[in-house]
């Protein structure tokens, strides 16, 4: 699926009925969610990680974009692709290496390691990827004030949310904004913004009648996937 297919999913979306992006983390959990009727996919590193047997953020790129691939080639719907921080990698090759996947766009996240990277220089690195892709991805600039303890992470995530809309990303992921956040952000940054749904809620329909247009998941499916797995060990283990 194209680009720009998934692009238009991100416009004229009526108020409550935000784009839902189920994270599969293999190709068979990417199956289920489009043969559920979902319109496009969003790989979560959290949940691709835990299926390749590493920690989040531990995955070697080559693995993660193999791990991608994978996952694109098995269904027929657009397919948005989370790779962290780029893996130290240059826009350029960034670019090539998710188009090779065939992977119609990526989150780009600016903290590593615990810290908030310098808004700056993030915004400077999305524009540079921006740039190299030429419109052949839909990018996504992550922002992780709420996660990393900003002082005043609204604040600070209208600034970044900003730079990095004015450097191109096309919708702005402000990762934990509450409810209450997320309709302020959506009407000051004039781009579609991403809400985080975690286990538990606030769930899709509130989150895009709060203002959100699109909704993911992070890793939280994957894990539920886990513990059903983890509770069929248990009863064959007490079968026995």
């Not at 960034?94 to 390691?113: F, K, M, P």
């Not at 400077?124 to 922002?143: P, T």
């Not at 992470?153 to 509450?178: H, K, N, Q, S």
């Amino acid at each position: 699926m194209s680009v720009e297919t998934f692009r238009a999913l991100h416009h004229g979306r009526a108020p409550g009925d935000p784009l839902v992006l189920p994270g599969p983390w293999d190709a068979a959990s990417a199956r289920v969610f489009a043969e559920a009727g979902f319109d496009a996919l969003a790989t979560p590193s959290h949940g691709v990680s835990a299926s390749l047997g590493y920690a989040d953020g531990d995955t070697p790129a080559d693995e993660m974009f193999a791990a991608v691939a994978r996952i694109v080639r098995a269904v027929e719907v657009p397919v948005t692709a989370d790779i962290e921080r780029g893996y130290g990698l240059a826009p350029k090759e960034i670019v090539e290496r998710l188009l090779a996947t065939g992977a119609v766009g990526c989150n780009l996240e600016d903290s590593a390691d615990g810290a908030l990277a310098d808004p700056r220089e993030q915004a400077d690195f999305l524009a540079a990827v921006h740039a190299a892709a030429g419109g052949r991805l839909f990018l996504n600039a992550r922002v992780d004030s709420y996660l990393r303890g900003a002082a005043d992470p609204l604040a600070d995530a209208l600034e970044r949310g900003r730079r990095y809309a004015e450097a191109g990303a096309e919708c702005v992921y402000p990762f934990g904004a509450p409810l209450e956040d997320i309709g302020v952000l959506a009407r000051e940054l004039r781009v579609p913004v991403n809400a985080f749904s975690p286990t538990g809620g606030p769930a899709p329909r509130e989150l895009g009648a709060a203002g959100a247009t699109r909704v993911t998941f992070g890793g939280g499916l994957a894990a539920r996937a886990t513990e059903g797995v983890r509770e069929m060990a248990r009863e064959l283990r007490s079968s026995r």
